[in-house]
Nanobody, 125 residues
Framework: QLQLVESEGGLVQAGGSLRLSCAASGRTGSRYAMGWFRQAPGKEREFVAYISWSGGATYYGDFVKGRFTISRDNAQNIMYLQMNSLKPEDTADYYC??????????????????WGQGTQVTVSS
């Protein structure tokens, strides 16, 4: 089992920045890719970003447009999501997730094996 815990989100003004972290514990000896998803009220869970085990491959949702950066520190078992130029439409609950084995369709939340509890991000206009 792998346990994932996101850092606290928060309230930020439009144009501001916020960094989320996701700490992994438990089965950290296994190799796992990770991702961030978000879910706004009344909407489906949406792919935000993906990072491979090595960190050598990263992918982002189309809406990111260079504003977010995903990274990880395997020595510390932590993943980050740096979010810049935040917009009100970025308001959502953000979830980190991990998948074990071949990444496959990493944009699909069903591919992930472990999830954090989520953290709320609110961007005010």
């Amino acid at each position: 089992q792998l346990q994932l815990v996101e850092s606290e989100g928060g309230l930020v003004q439009a144009g501001g920045s916020l960094r989320l972290s996701c700490a992994a514990s438990g089965r950290t000896g296994s190799r796992y890719a990770m991702g961030w998803f978000r879910q706004a009220p009344g909407k489906e869970r949406e792919f935000v970003a993906y990072i491979s085990w090595s960190g050598g491959a990263t992918y982002y949702g189309d809406f990111v447009k260079g504003r977010f950066t995903i990274s990880r520190d395997n020595a510390q078992n932590i993943m980050y999501l740096q979010m810049n130029s935040l917009k009100p439409e970025d308001t959502a609950d953000y979830y980190c997730a991990a998948l074990v084995g071949a990444s496959g369709d990493f944009r699909n939340p069903d591919r992930y094996d472990y999830w954090g509890q989520g953290t709320q991000v609110t961007v005010s206009s």
